[in-house]
């Protein structure tokens, strides 16, 4: 009777977030009969962490932003998120596609947390069988190579799939951080890069990750805020603080300041900064801090929250997108505004 009680709220809870429609149904079914380590089928609502078909943690918008909040369905993301497959531990090489474990940690923390910065606008992001986080520090090299082939390959598959299933011509943003961007600089090599598709970008936040100089043949990088068809890019540090393998890349880094969205090394003080959504959602705290460009990455100052003068922090990585999630948030709005501007 327990067993019978426990699918039965399991059933529920995922209806709740398809959207309660009938039709979703087959999902389940599905989702139920298929094989671990599989590849994912994008015609299954399941393989999407984010879609505008189901109701998702991508829909959230922090309760002080809910006012002015309106959807305009006529842009796409397509959203990237980063690992949280980080059991270093574990022996597999890349992410089972249906661990319920891992899809939650996904869902309610880059899903929540991330994509949703992007949600004035309709947010596509695929589940992958993503690299074990160790992937980036193993010395078996063609291990780890595989792992990340593997990864790219379900985001290749899902991206087709949404091009010819569900984008209808709408321009496109691309959104990723840390591994997310690790695959979507291959992403946007292989689809955008002096391709006709390039037309239909309206930018791509590639954010977490170093982005070489010579990375992209025709896509530039953005230097001003009402750009279009350009890469916005930024690593965040804690000012004065390099780490050895930064050194190493002799600023060769490309690098956006998410403040003033320029490439240059101009201070942008934290008044700049319009709101930051770290550990409560729906807390939006303004001016957390400034930024500026150094030698291929974004330093930041003392961060003005309560207690913020204890922290001994030097790496910000998970905070890439949550310090500057306002201006993101505007800054996708205004570039999506120009791009249809400039369209016939």
Not at 249 to 268: F, I, M, Q, R
Request: aromatic share 14%; net charge positive; proline share 5%.
């Amino acid at each position: 009777m327990l067993n019978l009680v426990n699918r039965l709220l399991i059933c529920i809870v995922f209806l709740f977030f398809v959207g309660c429609a009938p039709k979703y149904a087959q999902h389940i079914a599905s989702y139920q009969t298929t094989a671990a380590n599989t590849e994912p089928d994008f015609s299954n609502l399941f393989y999407w962490a984010a879609h505008p078909d189901k109701r998702d943690p991508s829909d959230s918008v922090p309760k002080p932003l809910r006012k002015n909040y309106v959807q305009d369905s006529s842009a796409d993301v397509f959203f990237l998120y980063p690992t949280t497959f980080t059991d270093r531990a574990d022996s597999n090489w890349n992410a089972d596609i249906n661990d319920a474990a891992i899809n939650a940690k996904t869902d309610y923390s880059p899903i929540l947390y991330q994509a949703s910065a992007f949600n004035e606008y309709r947010i596509f992001s695929p589940r992958y069988r993503q690299a074990n986080i160790r992937a980036y520090y193993t010395s078996d090299t063609l291990q780890a190579k595989a792992a990340f082939d593997t990864a790219y390959a379900d985001i290749k598959a899902a991206f087709k799939y949404y091009l010819e299933h569900c984008n209808h011509g709408r321009p496109i943003v691309i959104a990723a951080h840390s591994q997310g961007s690790t695959h979507a600089q291959r992403l946007l090599k292989e689809f955008f890069d002096g391709t006709p598709l390039q037309k239909k970008l309206v930018a791509a936040y590639i954010i977490g990750m170093y982005i070489p100089g010579n990375k992209f043949a025709s896509l530039k990088m953005c230097t001003d805020s009402l750009q279009t068809g350009c890469v916005a890019g930024w690593r965040t540090y804690k000012k004065d603080y390099e780490p050895d393998f930064v050194v190493k890349e002799k600023g060769s880094g490309l690098v956006v300041n998410p403040l003033s969205w320029t490439t240059t090394d101009g201070y942008a003080p934290n008044d700049l900064n319009e709101g930051a959504v770290l550990l409560k959602f729906n807390k939006v705290r303004k001016h957390v801090t400034d930024a500026q460009i150094h030698d291929g990455v974004l330093w930041i100052g003392k961060l003005h929250l309560p207690g913020g003068f204890l922290l001994k922090q030097k790496n910000f990585h998970v905070g890439d997108i949550n310090l500057f999630y306002v201006n993101i948030r505007k800054d996708v709005k205004r570039r999506v505004q120009h791009y249809k501007n400039q369209q016939p």
